[in-house]
């Protein structure tokens, strides 16, 4: 089945860009998407894209596919404490998605 | 306002208990999932429905049951809890390009 790779954890002084990136085994998956979650709640999804993109930019989160190497990352730009939580990759194939274990962002002021 | 809503919010149950969590949403999507999260890990999908009348089993059904009583409901059963499903349990629904999870459901098995 897919696989969906993260690293575990990011530290960023606030006001930098953090950059959190995932990869993946299915070539076939259809849509890939970021969530984002607080401690204590469920996943808000953030932003998504279609496996036949390779950039997207919503405000300030801009979400690159790579789909030679199967890459996806997630830019956020200007980070604030506010961005502190853990980040989610989902990959999206025949109806279900399969998740990364997360990435958890540190924003320092 | 919009969205999915799942009870109950904690629970506890000894081995061998049965319980039910509900899930509910309001947004006319096709698709609902229920997931675990362990900590430290990502979410593991249990079952799926992809509409009103089909559920699918998903990474880790053993041990549970799924109903998908009509569009807006999509239920979990767990018939005989054990102390390995003890977890935090999401229900979700979506459609392409929106997805939307409950607050969860923290149950301990012991």
């Known amino acids: 089945g897919e696989d969906v790779e993260q690293s575990l954890f990011l530290s960023v002084r606030e006001g930098d860009s953090s950059v959190i990136n995932c990869t993946y085994t299915d070539s076939s998956s259809t849509y890939l998407y970021w969530y984002k979650q607080e401690p204590g709640a469920g996943l808000q999804l953030l932003t998504y894209i279609f496996s036949n993109m390779d950039m997207k930019q919503d405000q300030r989160l801009t979400v690159l596919l790579n789909k030679k190497d199967k890459h996806l990352s997630l830019r956020i730009a200007d980070t604030q404490t506010g961005d502190s939580a853990i980040y989610f990759c989902?990959?999206?194939?025949?109806?279900?998605?399969?998740f990364g274990d997360g990435t958890t962002l540190t924003v320092k002021p | 306002n919009a969205g999915v809503t799942q009870t109950p919010k904690f629970q506890v149950l000894k081995t061998g208990q049965s319980m039910t969590l509900q899930c509910a949403q309001d947004m006319n999507h096709n698709s609902m999932y229920w997931y675990r999260q362990d900590p430290g890990m990502g979410l593991r999908l249990i079952y799926y429905?992809?509409?009103?009348?089909?559920?699918d089993k998903g990474e880790v059904p053993n041990g549970y049951n799924v109903s998908r009583l009509n569009k807006r409901e999509f239920s979990l059963r767990l018939e005989s809890a054990a102390p390995s499903q003890t977890s935090v349990y999401f229900c979700?629904?979506?459609?392409?390009?929106?997805?939307?999870f409950g607050q969860g459901t923290r149950l301990t098995v012991v």
């Open positions: 429905s992809a509409s009103e009348g089909t559920t």
């Open positions: 989902a990959v999206h194939n025949a109806g279900k998605s399969t």
């Open positions: 979700a629904s979506s459609e392409i390009s929106s997805a939307f």
